[in-house]
């Protein structure tokens, strides 16, 4: 990862889970009501620039890219997506940091860099 | 290509649907069973509609007021040409034709003004309380009068909305206009759309006009109103009443000028609400497959009301037919498409389908036969595109056929199922996305799996 990746990192993974929130309320309330278009909309935009950052290393599922209007994805659906993806994306930024004493940081072309991050979810949940 | 119960935009080729005019699309064989209830102009907020109301009591209290001067027979003869206007195709005909009246119930109709005190000092507001003293008066009477004596502006209107929507213009000779000035009919060429069939004339209406029955009518009178109902045996007797106490119908006329708010148009289709909807689809949900304890004529008068209001507005509903197939009755929801979707112009574009045939299987599984009957169904008047709505979602068999159909004689055919019904349920519920785009998503699925 270079360091303008790490502050767009930041941004998508912010939206990500955002969106995750949001959906899932929703997926509670209605699993198989269908997701708006104008929502649809900008789940895709983010998924798009999602997937760039992931390259084809870190994606989910090849042959996905975003979703179909005219597939009528539901509030499940998406939900399901939505979760993959940031399961990937923890797994992008696990790879890519790494402990200095107590705190985490990032690595950028192998090198240790001043920019703080969390702990891997996993070790975490630990 | 002979259309269903066409209309006349459908025979224009024309891409609105009711929901988008604001007149009523009028049918090319028969009329609309509405008509246009004055009481609405009287009411309504427009000063061009009370104005028009205005004018046609003025012109209705003018042939009672000659009538009185003793011009009886010009009297007669102007209230019998006022009875029919067969230009706007309202009422109950079945061939847009309908017959004026007799120059004895003319005649009884104005003996009113002699008769009545009340009415020949001051003539009727509301002449559609006629109804109340003289029998054999029918709803679309009255709306055809009022439609008569307005119909220099009708045609003014169908002029300016077929300009604006496309609608082809002819000459048409002899169409009988009310003059205002001399109080007369006279024969008039105008330019007004026509069926090209058999060169009929059609006015246009405008829909906030029409009602099912005038806010002002005989049953409402009798059942609600009438203050000694028990005392009158039959019609006749309360119509005698009625002119020996005019004062009751006069009080009623009040009460139904109080309650005006409560007078509103009829729409041409109203949708079943969400709730009803619902409910719909869970006795279809119950319902077993077959036809024992006449399950399926359950299932079909279910089907029909539920999927013609979950489609609405983009398609409007033009009838449920029953047809029969190698001995088998067969019963199908046809739909105008008048390409108001991307997916239903498509359709149309592709398969030529100009009204979409959706035909009801209360079947547990389909099989070849019912994929055969509609294709060759489908040979015939409604373009090469159809939808069966089963029970069930088809084996892969049977998927497999509707491909191969597509390949060998680029015929489409989707097969919805309760499922797909549910989701449109769902979405009719919810509202974000439209129920129509199931049926969008089955065929661009379809679409996906066709060869090339």
């Known amino acids: 990862m270079k360091e303008k990746d790490i502050e767009l990192y930041e941004k998508l993974n912010a939206q990500l889970e955002g969106l995750y929130e949001e959906i899932s309320i929703l997926s509670k309330k209605s699993p198989n009501d269908a997701v708006n278009k104008f929502k649809l909309k900008f789940i895709n935009q983010v998924l798009t620039d999602v997937s760039s950052i992931l390259a084809e290393k870190y994606r989910p599922f090849k042959d996905f890219q975003s979703f179909s209007e005219d597939d009528l994805p539901t509030n499940a659906d998406v939900t399901f997506m939505l979760s993959q993806y940031i399961n990937c994306m923890e797994k992008l930024r696990a790879d890519n940091i790494r402990c200095d004493y107590e705190s985490w940081y990032w690595v950028v072309s192998g090198q240790i860099t001043s920019i703080q991050t969390a702990p891997p979810k996993k070790i975490k949940e630990k | 290509m002979a259309l269903l119960r066409p209309r006349l935009n459908d025979f224009y080729n024309l891409p609105f649907t009711q929901e988008e005019v604001d007149f009523a699309i009028p049918f090319l064989d028969e009329d609309l069973p509405l008509c246009v209830d004055p009481f609405l102009l009287w009411k309504s907020p427009s000063m061009q509609d009370n104005s028009l109301h205005t004018a046609i009591t003025n012109s209705f209290n003018h042939l009672g007021y000659i009538f009185n001067k003793g011009q009886e027979k010009q009297a007669i003869e102007v209230l019998i040409k006022a009875s029919e206007c067969y230009e706007v195709g309202l009422g109950d005909s079945r061939k847009r034709v309908g017959k004026p009246f007799g120059e004895k119930l003319a005649r009884n109709i104005l003996l009113l003004y002699r008769d009545i005190p009340q009415i020949n000092k001051s003539g009727f507001i509301h002449f559609e309380e006629i109804q109340l003293f003289v029998d054999n008066i029918s709803k679309d009477r009255i709306s055809d009068i009022a439609c008569s004596f307005m119909k220099s502006f009708l045609i003014d209107y169908t002029i300016q909305l077929s300009k604006k929507y496309g609608i082809p213009l002819m000459k048409s000779k002899n169409i009988s206009v009310y003059n205002y000035k ?31 029955i005038p806010w002002i009518n005989y049953d409402d009178y009798f059942e609600r109103y009438l203050p000694k ?224």
Not at chain 2, 182 to 187: K, L, M, P, Q, R
Not at chain 2, 328 to 343: A, E, K, M, Q, V
Not at chain 2, 424 to 431: A, D, E, G, I, N
Request: aromatic share 10%.
């Open chain 2, 182 to 212: 001399t109080n007369s009919f006279d024969d008039e060429e105008v330019e007004l759309p026509q069926n090209l069939e058999n060169g009929a004339p059609i006015i246009l209406v405008p829909k906030r006009w029409l009602r099912y």
């Open chain 2, 229 to 452: 109902k028990d005392k009158i045996s039959d019609r006749i007797e309360l119509l005698t009443y009625n002119r020996k106490n005019y004062d009751v119908v006069q009080a009623y006329i009040k009460i139904k000028e109080r309650e005006h708010k409560d007078c509103k148009n009829d729409p041409l289709f109203e949708p079943i609400p969400v709730t009803s909807a619902n409910r719909k689809f869970s006795i279809i949900k119950v319902l077993p497959t077959g036809k024992t304890e006449n399950v399926d004529r359950e299932y079909e008068d279910n089907a029909c009301q539920l999927v013609a209001s979950l489609v609405y507005p983009q398609l409007d509903f033009a009838k449920m037919q029953s047809r029969t197939e190698s001995g088998i009755l067969i019963r199908d929801l046809i739909f105008y498409n008048n390409r108001s979707y991307d997916f239903l112009k498509d359709i149309y574009d592709q398969y030529e389908c100009k009204q979409i045939v959706m035909e009801l299987k209360n079947v547990k599984a389909l099989d070849g036969e019912h994929i055969n009957q509609l294709n060759r169904y489908l040979n015939e008047q409604f373009g090469r595109f159809g939808i069966i709505l089963a029970r069930n979602a088809p084996t892969k068999q049977i998927f497999k056929n509707t491909i191969d159909l597509w390949s060998g004689q680029r015929k489409c055919i989707l097969i919805l199922s309760d499922d797909d019904l549910k989701m449109m349920c769902q979405l009719f519920k919810s509202r974000q996305r439209l129920p129509i785009e199931v049926i969008k998503k089955k065929f661009v699925e379809f679409t996906r799996y066709c060869p090339g």
